[in-house]
């Protein structure tokens, strides 16, 4: 069956620093990828996303590639900010199971001043 | 206004007690979706409905019966509440059919369960 696999976390950086969290993925067909993230007491929001092969996602500074080749979809983000302190998902979903989407088990970044 | 909401936003019950959480979407979409997420934030899907018929039914306690009224409402009904049960439930829709893999997922802010 379909599975995500995303870096274990939790991740604490410093404002600036370079982020990288990694997501890599098994599924039959041609998934479409996303990230979400979940800020505290909230529900998982859209971050980006990429349908094909080869196909970048960007959104608010980050960034994730599509890479059937290596099967990952790694987000990453040149400098961050206290207030991108939430869990991130990873996430696909295939057309051969039903259009359901599989989630990674989230990665929580926690960014200080 | 509010795309994808939910009530009540938290929930406090005894063991055995019969509840139920609402859901209501106001995007129009044709598909919508129930998940749990635990204590150590993993999500896990449990049902989806595409205009108003069950399509996913993952592996769930029978004591967990969703039911969808019109294609804007998805509701799910607990019977006999078990402190297992505790958890945030999400619900969530996306635009159109399950064969539109790229559909984004949109999801309402939760409602948090707590089995005493």
């Known amino acids: 069956g379909d599975s995500v696999t995303q870096m274990e976390g939790p991740v604490t950086l410093s404002e600036e620093a370079f982020l990288t969290i990694n997501c890599t993925y098994t599924a039959t067909g041609y998934p479409s990828l996303f990230w979400y993230v979940q800020y505290p007491g909230e529900g998982l929001q859209l971050l980006l996303k990429a349908t094909k092969a080869d196909d970048k996602g960007s959104n608010k500074g980050f960034e994730a590639t599509y890479r059937k080749e290596t099967t990952s979809f790694h987000l990453e983000k040149g400098s961050v900010q206290v207030s991108d302190s939430a869990v991130y998902f990873c996430?696909?979903?295939?057309?051969?199971?039903?259009?359901?989407?599989?989630f990674g088990d989230g990665t929580t970044l926690t960014v200080k001043p | 206004d509010t795309a994808v909401s939910q009530t009540p936003k938290y929930l406090v019950t005894q063991m055995g007690n019969d509840k139920s959480i609402k859901c209501e979407q106001n995007?129009?979409?044709?598909?919508m979706y129930w998940y749990k997420q635990d204590s150590k934030k993993f999500l896990k899907i449990m049902f989806s409905?595409?205009?108003?018929?069950?399509?996913i039914n993952e592996t769930v306690p029978n004591r967990f019966s969703p039911k969808s009224p019109d294609k804007a409402h998805l509701n799910l009904h607990i019977n006999s509440l078990e402190l297992g049960d505790s958890a945030v439930y999400f619900c969530?829709?996306?635009?159109?059919?399950?064969?539109?893999?790229?559909?984004?997922?949109?999801f309402g802010p939760g409602t948090r369960l707590t089995v005493l």
């Open positions: 995007l129009g979409h044709d598909t």
């Open positions: 996430a696909l979903t295939s057309n051969t199971n039903a259009g359901k989407s599989t």
């Open positions: 409905y595409n205009n108003k018929e069950l399509i």
């Open positions: 969530a829709s996306s635009q159109d059919s399950v064969a539109r893999r790229g559909d984004t997922q949109y």
